[in-house]
């Protein structure tokens, strides 16, 4: 099974700064690549997907691709109490399945 | 329905016992995938359904875990003789089925393996 690797965390960040979530993924193959948001005891819900190189924007979240290096990142800008979560990256492998990182924890402190 | 659904939302079972955990995915949805969540782990792929097609059973963990899918719909998630590893939360999701898509899960059933 191709991997998705997250730093398990917590990342802790004060509120009003801006939260850096990575992931890297081993299948070359993979083109599209998603970030979940999941609040405890609930399920996850999609807040970003990406499948170009580069930086894709939405609100306060920046979603950036680099293929070369197998890498994807979550920008949070003006992190909120409300952001503190788990950050769970996807990465699509084959054409249906998509294979989950084990999620990175942030805490926004008040 | 509005949303998938999951039954049941907790199951508490003895070790050796079987279970079967329902998903009812989002109506017309023609992909479904189950996940198996493990405390404070990430989301183990399982086994996903597209339309008509075989589905890819890859991530099942062992012959004590089989799924179906009716009609098209419907799934059922069945574990046979029950081990006390098989206590996590088993998600469900579907999507139109289309590729680089966003996923929908249910609420999950939180297993419990005494």
């Known amino acids: 099974q191709k991997e998705v690797e997250q730093n398990s965390g917590p990342l802790s960040v004060p509120e009003g700064a801006i939260a850096s979530l990575n992931c890297t993924y081993s299948d070359r193959g993979s083109q599209s690549f998603f970030w979940y948001r999941q609040y405890s005891g609930k399920s996850p819900e999609l807040i970003m997907s990406?499948?170009?190189?580069g930086d894709k924007e939405d609100g306060r979240f920046t979603a950036q691709l680099n293929k070369a290096s197998q890498y994807v990142s979550l920008l949070i800008r003006d992190s909120q109490p409300s952001d503190s979560a788990t950050y769970l990256c996807a990465g699509q492998s084959g054409t249906y399945k998509y294979i989950f990182g084990t999620g990175t924890r942030l805490k926004v402190l008040a | 329905g509005a949303g998938v659904s999951q039954s049941p939302s907790n199951k508490v079972t003895e070790k050796g016992k079987d279970v079967e955990l329902r998903c009812d995915p989002i109506?017309?949805?023609?992909?479904l995938y189950w996940y198996r969540q493990s405390l404070g782990q990430g989301l183990e792929f399982l086994i996903y359904f597209q339309g008509n097609s075989a589905p890819d059973k890859s991530g099942l963990p062992s012959d004590r875990f089989s799924a179906e899918r009716t009609g098209g719909s419907v799934s059922t998630l069945t574990i046979q003789r029950t081990q006390q590893e098989d206590s996590a939360v088993y998600l469900c999701?579907?999507?139109w089925g289309q590729g680089n898509e966003k996923l929908f899960f249910g609420s999950g059933t939180q297993l419990s393996v005494l």
């Open positions: 990406i499948y170009s190189n």
């Open positions: 999701a579907s999507s």
């Open positions: 109506s017309g949805h023609t992909a």
